[in-house]
């Protein structure tokens, strides 16, 4: 059943721009994206809207929808009141190109500075043997989509550009964590670097990313405080530290 | 005016699993490389590719080798494959795999922490190496991680991270230009801006991906206009075949906002059963002669398979694609679907719940955020949706150059040949890596051997006229109304079951479509457009539509993802020809080509009685062209 509904969508770019009513058509079933998407077609041709798969599996059609950080292609039209307005704003985070468009490249450059996966040299392609228990840790971060939901909606950056130069935001934390606890990675201090060059320290843990995470990412529980607790454990225990210099990779 | 301009040795559009994979080798080869991606990077449409990638690693049963591969992929595209395609395919799949793993891929492992492979249509043993239901992110991933370690490595080398390797992301190809008959570069805007582009690069490798958006009904992302299609054709290479469309059998079908998304085959592979509105497991009534040695005839062995399967066949489910989707149809068409027009895809009957939130668990995701179904408790509705295009860049096998246009390379799914009449399921993604890999390679040799080719001032000038003009014509047609009238015809027309009588309407309606598409314009300005972003789209869809309904209309059988009621079976003469396409600046014109032969050493690959389905007395009499 088709009905008309209130949408308010922000326009503009970075110079001016302000929020516009409109009233469109949406049937049963239909998510956000869906709606901006008639508006595109039948009212507003060059209203700017990122998106890719629709089915919440490329991180594209990120936005903010009543303020909160969402996938629109995620978002049933259905889950708001059939009176209530739905606004749509761009990622509050990251500096507007156009419309509901963001300029996200600093997630791109934070990508870049994670220092890449290191391969055991001895180890030729085929011979690697891993335990499934032991891959499913960093499989767990794999399944990130680089919505940068979570790094838009983390208040270390959120209203602070100040501290975009040395944060690398959630997405980059899982990143590190990922490598840290993969079976085969070579490269020593991943958890040091993380504190010490990514801005680990600079987390509070208020789990805003855990909660935005469309893909349900256990981003605070399972990697930026076990990576806390062991930056702690080697920094201040002497054996430890001591330990991880002899064993052949710093793991724990 | 003054334009951006860049200077590569090789220039990669698209920024899927072919094109990152091209990249990385003719980067690995010492070129300078730019990779252009219409979208975010990272967001190709490979992140959709579900089941996994087919390799015969032999890691779960070590009877699997790359001549069994070889086998099912030529039986998959009845024959129409071209060998040496599949079977460098079969042969470099696992290397390309387990090379992923050096670069930190992290696969399902079996017990004794090898990759993990799994069942799926179509193959004869377990042969998808996988990461739950979300293997094509893993596959962009890596290469986008592997991307970031080859500039790392330049940026301690240079000093600067972006030296040897640039990612030119949300910027659109609108010409591949060329000097002296060979490639010189491309031309494009900043989708951001609207800006123009010239990149001056000896070699082009197109890896753009598909053409589902010519359709009403598409797993394909916005993405998917077949623009490196097009670009091609208008370069003067050819496509191979175009009538040549996957329908995966199961898309969503309700509710109405996820039509299309795919249902991945995992879901029948794990042990997901169809039914129609009477409870009925129908795929026992499709199983064609030529898979009844292969496929359980009775629900008893089928269910027996899950268990055993070195004693029972295998469950029809599992048929190829085509089969599937076909017989689907049928049963909507026959008036047993279900309410929204499709059949009924259960697993929760047969699996525990937790079992499949684990195997499964983007697809339970998936019905549970957008359709509100769950799937461990019910069944989903499920339908054929335009998935995969067989046709493509007629490409020389070994080097993955386009034939007839010195310096361009065509990878991926917009390359022609692989999958003959019928892709199977996994096979997608080895191809990306496999001819990816090929495809950079020989770009390097040929950088490395001709040179630069200076692009010219009157290429640049007659480029930047063309997309300018949509913006100074007022009150033409509008780019979405003219996409939506498209995609009518080809789903009415062009679709799963085809006539002459309504293909030749649809070339009609297409060409009157095409006319009126010189005529577009667009409102607002160049910053951010999607309408104006649309209208060099909508010009590349059309190009491929023409292609892919005149192909069909010339090939008068019926075979893997073309079927002609009006010739309903499989025709020797036809498994020989290959329906080319090219274009003389107005239309897309057909010319049948000779198939190559297949060499006696594959050709004794196969059982004389399997070949005599498929090939003439005097073909198999000749055993093999050598």
Not at chain 2, 420 to 438: A, E, M, Y
């Amino acid at each position: 059943m088709a009905r008309n509904i209130k949408l308010r969508i922000w326009r503009g770019d970075a110079t001016d721009g302000g929020l516009k009513d409109v009233v469109v058509e949406a049937n049963e079933g239909e998510v956000v994206l869906d709606v901006i998407h008639r508006v595109q077609a039948t009212q507003m041709g060059d209203l700017a809207v990122r998106w890719n798969c629709k089915a919440g599996k490329c991180g594209s059609c990120s936005m903010e929808i009543n303020g909160k950080p969402r996938l629109a292609c995620m978002t049933q039209v259905a889950s708001f009141g059939e009176e209530e307005t739905i606004t749509v704003t761009p990622l509050r985070a990251f500096p507007i190109i156009k419309d509901l468009v963001t300029d996200v490249s600093f997630n791109y450059k934070k990508a870049m500075e994670v220092p890449a996966y290191e391969h055991p040299q001895e180890l030729a392609p085929g011979q690697a043997r891993m335990q499934q228990v032991d891959v499913e840790r960093s499989q767990e971060f794999r399944k990130c989509i680089e919505c940068f939901l979570c790094q838009d909606v983390c208040h270390v950056v959120r209203d602070h550009e100040e501290n975009k130069k040395s944060f690398a935001g959630p997405r980059f934390f899982i990143r590190i964590a990922e490598l840290d606890m993969h079976p085969l990675d070579m490269l020593k201090n991943r958890k040091k670097t993380a504190q010490e060059e990514h801005g680990l320290g600079m987390c509070n843990i208020t789990k805003c990313c855990t909660e935005v995470c469309p893909e349900h990412i256990r981003i605070t529980d399972n990697a930026i405080i076990p990576m806390k607790e062991r930056v702690v454990d080697i920094k201040y225990d002497p054996a430890r530290w001591l330990g991880s210099k002899i064993r052949r990779r710093e793991g724990l | 005016m003054t334009i951006e301009r860049h200077n590569y040795d090789v220039l990669v559009i698209g920024a899927g699993g072919a094109g990152l994979r091209a990249a990385v080798e003719a980067r690995e080869a010492g070129l300078r490389v730019a990779i252009i991606c219409k979208s975010l990077f990272g967001k190709a449409h490979t992140v959709m590719a579900e089941g996994g990638a087919a390799a015969s690693m032999g890691n779960v049963n070590d009877k699997d080798n790359w001549q069994v591969h070889f086998r099912d992929t030529m039986r998959g595209g009845k024959f129409l494959s071209h060998f040496r395609m599949a079977e460098l395919h079969a042969k470099e799949a696992p290397d390309r795999i387990w090379e992923l793993e050096t670069w930190g891929a992290l696969f399902d492992r079996t017990k004794e922490g090898k990759i993990s492979q799994r069942n799926f249509g179509g193959h004869e043993y377990p042969r998808l190496a996988h990461v739950g239901d979300r293997t094509g992110l893993e596959l962009i991933r890596t290469m986008q991680q592997k991307i970031v370690a080859l500039q790392q490595k330049d940026g301690r080398e240079t000093g600067d991270m972006e030296s040897g390797i640039k990612v030119f992301a949300e910027l659109t190809v609108t010409d591949i230009l060329k000097e002296n008959g060979k490639i010189s570069g491309a031309y494009g805007y900043w989708r951001e801006t609207g800006a123009e582009v010239l990149f001056e690069a000896p070699a082009v490798v197109i890896a753009t991906g598909g053409v589902g958006k010519t359709f009403k009904i598409t797993s394909n992302s916005w993405e998917g206009t077949g623009d490196g299609h097009a670009l091609a054709l208008k370069a003067g290479a050819n496509l191979v075949d175009m009538e040549f469309l996957q329908f995966h059998p199961t898309g969503m079908v309700w509710p109405p906002s996820v039509r299309g998304i795919l249902v991945t085959e995992s879901v029948r592979g794990e042990g997901g059963v169809l039914t129609n509105n009477l409870g009925e497991r129908f795929m026992f009534k499709y199983i064609p002669d030529v898979f009844k040695d292969k496929y359980a005839d009775n629900e008893a062995e089928a269910d027996r398979w899950y268990e055993d399967q070195d004693n029972n066949r295998r469950p029809p489910e599992l048929l190829p694609r085509d089969e599937v989707a076909r017989a689907i149809n049928t049963e909507v068409k026959s008036g047993r679907g279900t309410e929204h027009g499709g059949v009924f895809l259960d697993v929760s009957k047969r699996i525990p719940a937790e079992t499949i939130k684990k195997r499964l668990p983007s697809m339970w995701h998936q019905f549970y955020e957008l359709a509100g179904v769950d799937i461990t408790k019910e069944a989903m509705e499920v339908g054929p949706t335009c998935h995969y295009v067989m046709g493509g860049v007629e490409v020389d096998p070994d080097t993955a150059a386009a034939v007839g246009v010195p310096g361009l390379f065509a990878a991926g799914e917009v390359a022609g040949g692989m999958h003959g009449s019928n892709r199977l399921g996994g096979n997608s993604l080895t191809d990306l890596l496999v001819f990816g890999r090929r495809a950079g390679a020989a770009a390097a040799v040929y950088v490395k051997s001709n040179g630069k080719n200076p692009v010219s001032e009157a290429a640049v000038t007659a480029a930047a006229a063309k997309i300018q003009a949509p913006f100074d014509r007022e009150g033409g047609e509008n780019s979405y109304s003219l996409h939506a009238e498209l995609q009518e015809i080809t789903h009415n027309l062009v679709g799963i079951i085809r006539t002459g009588t309504e293909l030749k309407e649809a070339i009609e309606k297409i060409a009157e479509i095409r006319a009126r598409s010189a005529n577009v314009s667009v409102s607002g300005g160049r910053k951010f457009n999607p309408g104006f972003h649309l209208a060099f789209d909508l010009d590349n869809m059309l190009l491929v539509a023409e292609s892919t309904a005149k192909s069909a209309i010339n090939r008068e059988e019926s075979r893997g993802g073309h079927t002609r009621d009006d010739f309903p079976v499989m025709n020797d003469k036809w498994r020989q020809i290959n329906n080319i396409s090219s274009f003389d600046g107005n239309k897309v014109n057909i010319r049948e080509q000779a198939l190559p032969a297949i060499p006696k050493e594959l050709f004794e690959l196969f059982d004389i009685h399997e070949l005599e389905k498929y090939m003439t007395p005097e073909e198999i009499a000749k055993g093999g062209s050598n």
